[in-house]
Structure formats: C-alpha cells, structure tokens
C-alpha cells in the first residue's frame, strides 16, 4: 500500500490530483491539504511515500514547505513533486534547494502526472526494499556475535544478489571517487566487466564528464551526510544508444553514523520520456495534417508577445477557411475531403518563413502567425498570396473543382494585446470577408466586436422572445383572379418586441438562421397557423389555405413530414387548408431527399409551393421532379413589369411553364391596377400584394374578410 499526500490551496486541484493519484495503482491511500502547515503537523507522525505540492501557496511557498518537510526524521529520501505555473529558474533552484525531485508544470498533463508519480513511487519501493534488507541484515548480525563473520558474509552475498536483481543501475563509490562495488545491470549497461575496476576510479570507465559529474555530486553527498533529489541524465549504452535515467545519490554510513560511500541508483525512464514526448505531440498538432493545432498557436502567439513586452514587435494572424468545402465531402466522400486537407497543408507550409507557424484549428480552418513583419503591407501582399496559392491548388489524381477561400487578418499589438483575443478578432474578421461572397480577405476592425456584442444581445432576446410569446403572425390576403375572391392567405413573422412595436423579420430571422433559433421559431409559426386557419373554418371560412414559409434548416433535419402530421393532429387543421412554402435554396440542397419529404406531405393533402421563382436555380429539370402544386412568382420581376420588356419575359415564361406542368402561378408584390391588368394578360392564377391589402393582424384579416364577402366557394 502506498501513502500520497498532496498539498493545494485550491479545492479543485486537490481533487483532480487525488482522484489521479488513486488512479496509479491498486491500494493508494491519498490525502489532502489545503493549508501547507497543517500538512506539516500531520506528517510529523506519518511518513508518506510520495508528496506533491504546489509552489504557490498563501501561508508558505513550496520551497519552503519542502525545506521544513526534509528536516522531519526519515524524510530525507522522499521524493517530493512541485506543482509550478512559473517557468523562471530561479523558482526551480529554490525548490531543487530545498529538497525537491521532480517538477510539473501548470496547468498539469493528466498522462504526464501519473506517470511521473508512478515512476517515483517505484523508484522509492526500490529504496525502502534496499533499506529494509539492510535492516534485516543488521538483525541478523545482532542474534550471534559468535556467528558475526559468517552472517556478515552470508548476508553480503544476499544483499548483492538481490542488488544484482534489480532492474535499476546500482554502484558505490567511496570518498575518493573509487569504485566499492556495482550490480549486473550496470555491468550490461556499460558492455565492461566492472569488477575489474573495484578499486580505481569511475573515470576509468565512464566518459570524462559524466566522471567529473559524478564526481562532483557525491563530494556534495559526503559534505552533507544528505542524499540527492532525483535527477534525471542521458547515458549512452553500450551500443551508444543514448537512454533516460531518473538517478538518486545517498549516503552509507558505519556504525558511527560518518558516510564511508555514496550510493548511485539510476531508473531507466527511456520508455516514460518517449510516452511524454508522443502525449505532447498528440496534445499539441492535429491528428490528420501534423500541423500545429489551436493549443500550439496560441502558446505560439503568447511566447512571440513574451518577447516583446514593449509591444514594438509586429506579427499577423491569418484565419484561413475554405469556401465550399463541404461540396467535396458531400461529392466525393469525407476520405477525399481528408486527402485535400493534407496536400492543401503541405502546399501552405512552403509559403511561410522558418519562424513563421502553419496551424489546423479542424475542419477546413487554417491559421498562419506571421512572425517578424515590418510594416502592414506585409499582411496585404501574404493574404493575397494565399488566396492565389488555394484558388490555383489542384491535387494530381483528384477531379476536385478550384477552391476559394475567406481569410481575416488580425495585427499585434494593434488589434489585441493577448492571444485569445487575437484568435477572436481575426476570426471575426474572416466571417466578414466570408459574408462578402467569399474568395477575399478582410482586416479585423473595431467595429467587429460591437457587431458581435450586438449580435449576442440580439441572440438572448430572440430567446427571451420565444419564451415570452413576443412573436405575433400578419396575414396577407391571396386573390383568385378567376373569381376576384380570396382563397387564402400567406402567414408573416413578426415580432412585437417590447419598447419597439411590430419588428420587421427582416432585422431578426438572418440571425436566427445563424444561431438555430430559426428551429423552434419554425414550429411556433406552423402551429399558430394551423390554429389560425381552424379558427377561420370555425368561422364559416371552410376553404380559406393558410400559406408559411419553411427555412432550409428545417428540410435538413429529416423532420418536416413528421411535424407536419403533428401539428395538423393538434389543431384538428383540414391539410387541404395548408400551404408549404420552399424557396429553391431548400430544393437545391438535396433534390432526392427532399422530393421524398414532399410525397410525404403530398399524401397527407398538403400543398406545396415554390416561393421567390425565378431568383435562384430556376430548372425545368428539378421542377419536373419535384411534387408541387405552385410557382411563385418574385416581387422583383412584378415591380417593374409595365417597364423592363425582360421581367415581362420572365413572368410570361414561368406562367407558360406553370400551365404546361398543370402549375398553379401565383405573383406576389401586386401594387397597382396596371400590373395587376399585365399578370391577368399574362396568365397569372393568383396574386397578393399591397393593391389588395398588406399583412395585418388575425382580427383586421377577418374584418377584411367580412367587409369585402371576398371568400372563394371552390372546394
């Protein structure tokens, strides 16, 4: 059983140190203290195995702590770790001073900890086994003074088979530097037979400097009767294979307590340091590319800033994500996607300096630190260098179309002063270049955080909106130009937003897409729509349809047949009494799947219609494939249909495709008497617009209803 004491002010540390110090092996019995005196006091009648310790504490620091701690009987040999944010070598020859072995760094390794502690702990049970066998031995030469000499020799003999046993390397030297004895595994480590040079100097076989080194460690040894905290050092085997070794010095003394050699034990911890080295390089590069990651670029960025605490040093940060990139995984497969990732990568590493550094943050974000610059201008010509270098990168064997990317530029010290800020303001930046279309770069300004800030507001009371029942729906009245009668009418987001009135969606939906609030907003407006047009049936208004419009988040899910059926179940709704709007960027996205939701709607009677017609990627292919009972024609092109000859064409070639498909055509943004004449000559079956009635609330659309007796018999 092993006894870990370990010494924190702060309760959180303390926990995730026990908690990983019961983790090292079977039967650990792990204490904790918060205050370094108190810790103190316990173990002046309790002896752990191993103590970890932070430097930085309120009453004492952890040199100190460690200091006192050495002076308690039997503490001498205890291997002590020192918990340290502070990378200044004053701080570690303070605590080597005062009796430290090993040292981690803050915030901690969690692999690396255990690790470390384990290793300690080994090397101190293979102390403590020493020990106890001398102990033994020494009983033994009490029981018999008669028998002294045999027992003395017998138990020698023991002693160094056990001694020869060990997987450690095991030597003694006395006062002059001379060899007194060393084990087998010193022996096969060194490739020499070492009981020829009992009796001569350790410099006749070991290099002159590690002889000179030792030599002068184990004069300190005899000086001060104490032993050594562990270090560790670089041996070279016999084969000259360069290994690490945890290594230990302590004292032997006779019977008068005066030190007659200085005992040299050596762990090897070659397996530990090549563990440690690979946890380092997983923790801090990207597992498909290699490249840095977003732990070694801020790391980067905050050493380049240590440097130049004046702020007269001049570096860039370069977010870099691609645009369209999702367009090779969902063509290609994801593996293609990875391929051109990493030929992507190893083209941008040759456009950056030595010093420079190349990171991958995940998925299709880069980021360049360009260290040493003299002058902006700099940052101007490197971002339009990237943008060529991707727009021009092929990968040989690959049929991948030409890539664009969106970069934001971030400068120090004028664009932050610390590095996580730095990473903020440039990737706020590259969402703007982004906004504008893509293939640009754009440098961070201020008015980029208020933005932000701005937008983060608008985010919790949109939230807030939705809790509070805040959103409202106007209906704008649909006329059938057969009849003259209204048949229907279109549902219209609106927010009564407190201390504003009636908010346009315009000013609110964009950011709804963007954080996902567009979902739940969705479901609000379908099933108030649907409650809504069951009122009007229960009204006397039997065939009346209530049209909304659905975001393309929402056909991404999979779910809008599914919520459909479930709205239309709650409110008792006719589904013959409702309209689902798609614009064509919801077609675009996955024609298969979502000509399968729309059967599915289809069947449940459902109708279905295209808005803004004409605006995206107007086919005749995918109309054809897609069920849908309408066409709806942009208010851009009715606007000026009495002036521009060309959106005359247009309306007349979607009214000429509607009737040749069986297509209702319906044209919305009606303003005047002769656009509505032009849509009649045109062939148009239904319009809406300001001519009839803007969108007003469920009670003036009832009103409306009533005055004009404007409702449609058709069945």
């Given at each position: 059983m092993s006894l870990i004491v370990i010494v924190d002010d702060r309760i959180t540390n303390r926990n995730i140190f026990a908690k990983l110090a019961s983790s090292i092996e079977p039967n650990v019995t792990v204490e904790t203290f918060g205050e370094p005196l108190e810790a103190l006091d316990w173990l002046v009648d309790n002896l752990p195995d191993l103590i970890i310790t932070d430097f930085k504490m309120p009453t004492i620091d952890g040199a100190e702590f460690i200091r006192r701690f050495r002076e308690l009987p039997g503490a001498s040999e205890i291997p002590v770790i020192v918990l340290t944010i502070y990378e200044e070598r004053s701080f570690r020859l303070r605590a080597l001073e005062a009796g430290a072995t090993d040292f981690l760094h803050s915030p901690v390794d969690h692999h690396e900890f255990v690790t470390r502690a384990r290793n300690l702990l080994k090397l101190h049970k293979h102390q403590k086994l020493l020990a106890a066998r001398a102990t033994t031995l020494e009983r033994e030469l009490e029981d018999s003074e008669r028998s002294r000499e045999r027992a003395l020799r017998d138990s020698s003999e023991r002693l160094a088979q056990v001694i020869d046993t060990l997987p450690i390397m095991i030597n003694a030297t006395g006062p002059d530097g001379s060899l007194i004895f060393a084990n087998a595994y010193q022996t096969a480590f060194s490739g020499k037979d070492l009981?020829?040079?009992?009796?001569?100097?350790?410099?006749?076989?070991?290099?002159?400097?590690?002889?000179?080194r030792n030599l002068a460690l184990d004069r300190l040894v005899f000086q001060t009767g104490k032993p050594l905290p562990a270090y560790e050092?670089?041996?070279?085997?016999?084969?000259?294979?360069?290994?690490?070794?945890?290594?230990?010095?302590?004292?032997?003394?006779?019977?008068?307590?005066?030190?007659?050699?200085?005992?040299?034990?050596?762990?090897?911890?070659?397996?530990?340091?090549?563990?440690?080295?690979?946890?380092?390089?997983?923790?801090?590069?990207?597992?498909?590319?290699?490249?840095?990651?977003?732990?070694?670029?801020?790391?980067?960025?905050?050493?380049?800033?240590?440097?130049?605490?004046?702020?007269?040093?001049?570096?860039?940060?370069?977010?870099?994500?691609?645009?369209?990139?999702?367009?090779?995984?969902?063509?290609f497969g994801h593996a293609a996607g990875d391929r051109y990732l990493k030929a992507l990568a190893r083209a941008l590493s040759f456009e950056i300096r030595e010093n420079d550094m190349l990171a991958r943050l995940g998925g299709d974000e880069f980021a360049i630190v360009q260290s040493d610059m003299m002058?902006?201008?700099?940052?101007?010509?490197?971002?339009?260098?990237?943008?060529?270098?991707?727009?021009?990168?092929?990968?040989?064997?690959?049929?991948?179309?030409?890539?664009?990317?969106?970069?934001?530029?971030?400068?120090?010290?004028?664009?932050?002063?610390?590095?996580?800020?730095?990473?903020?303001?440039?990737?706020?930046?590259?969402?703007?270049?982004?906004?504008?279309?893509?293939?640009?770069?754009?440098?961070?300004?201020?008015?980029?955080?208020?933005?932000?800030?701005?937008?983060?507001?608008?985010?919790?009371?949109?939230?807030?909106?939705?809790?509070?029942?805040?959103?409202?729906?106007?209906?704008?009245?649909?006329?059938?130009?057969?009849?003259?009668?209204?048949?229907?009418?279109?549902?219209?987001?609106?927010?009564?937003?407190?201390?504003?009135?009636?908010?346009?969606?315009?000013?609110?939906?964009?950011?709804?897409?963007?954080?996902?609030?567009?979902?739940?907003i969705n479901e609000w407006v379908l099933f108030e729509a649907c409650r809504a047009?069951?009122?009007?049936?229960?009204?006397?208004?039997?065939?009346?349809?209530?049209?909304?419009?659905?975001?393309?988040?929402?056909?991404?899910?999979?779910?809008?047949?599914?919520?459909?059926?479930?709205?239309?179940?709650?409110?008792?709704?006719?589904?013959?009494?409702?309209?689902?709007?798609?614009?064509?960027?919801?077609?675009?996205?996955?024609?298969?799947?979502?000509?399968?939701?729309?059967?599915?709607?289809?069947?449940?009677?459902?109708?279905?219609?295209?808005?803004?017609?004409?605006?995206?990627?107007?086919?005749?292919?995918?109309?054809?494939?897609?069920?849908?009972?309408?066409?709806?024609?942009?208010?851009?092109?009715?606007?000026?249909?009495?002036?521009?000859?060309?959106?005359?064409?247009?309306?007349?070639?979607?009214?000429?495709?509607?009737?040749?498909?069986?297509?209702?055509?319906?044209a919305e943004g009606v303003e005047t008497a002769e656009q509505l004449q032009r849509l009649r000559a045109e062939g148009c079956d239904h319009v809406q617009g300001f001519y009839f009635a803007k969108p007003m609330p469920e009670h003036e659309f009832l009103a409306y209803l009533s005055d004009d007796s404007a409702i449609a018999s058709i069945a």
């Open positions: 009981g020829k040079f009992i009796g001569k100097p350790t410099s006749a076989f070991h290099s002159p400097e590690q002889a000179a050092e670089e041996l070279a085997d016999v084969g000259g294979v360069i290994r690490h070794f945890l290594t230990t010095k302590s004292p032997l003394t006779n019977n008068d307590q005066i030190v007659t050699a200085v005992l040299t034990s050596s762990l090897d911890i070659t397996a530990r340091k090549r563990s440690e080295a690979h946890l380092r390089h997983v923790a801090h590069h990207d597992a498909l590319t290699d490249l840095p990651n977003r732990v070694s670029l801020l790391e980067n960025m905050r050493k380049l800033i240590t440097r130049s605490r004046r702020g007269d040093q001049l570096f860039g940060l370069y977010i870099i994500d691609l645009d369209g990139f999702k367009k090779i995984n969902d063509l002058s902006t201008t700099e940052a101007t010509d490197f971002a339009n260098r990237i943008l060529t270098v991707i727009a021009g990168f092929e990968v040989p064997g690959e049929s991948f179309a030409p890539m664009s990317a969106s970069i934001g530029v971030a400068l120090y010290p004028s664009d932050a002063n610390d590095a996580d800020q730095l990473l903020i303001n440039a990737s706020l930046a590259m969402y703007r270049a982004k906004s504008e279309n893509g293939n640009s770069f754009s440098y961070f300004a201020s008015d980029m955080q208020t933005r932000a800030r701005v937008a983060a507001q608008l985010d919790g009371e949109l939230q807030h909106a939705l809790e509070r029942g805040e959103f409202r729906l106007f209906y704008q009245p649909q006329i059938d130009l057969a009849t003259g009668l209204v048949d229907g009418a279109e549902a219209l987001l609106r927010w009564n937003k407190p201390g504003s009135g009636i908010v346009a969606p315009g000013v609110f939906l964009p950011r709804a897409e963007e954080n996902g609030l567009i979902l739940p047009a069951k009122r009007w049936q229960q009204r006397g208004f039997q065939h009346l349809r209530v049209a909304i419009n659905l975001s393309p988040i929402q056909f991404r899910k999979r779910t809008v047949p599914l919520l459909v059926a479930h709205a239309l179940a709650e409110t008792g709704l006719d589904p013959r009494r409702l309209e689902l709007e798609l614009t064509e960027s919801i077609v675009m996205q996955d024609i298969d799947a979502v000509a399968e939701d729309l059967r599915k709607l289809m069947e449940m009677g459902v109708h279905i219609s295209i808005d803004d017609f004409g605006t995206g990627y107007s086919s005749l292919g995918y109309v054809k494939r897609l069920p849908v009972d309408r066409l709806k024609i942009d208010q851009s092109f009715v606007r000026t249909l009495a002036t521009d000859p060309n959106d005359a064409a247009i309306i007349r070639a979607i009214t000429t495709l509607g009737r040749s498909l069986n297509l209702g055509v319906l």
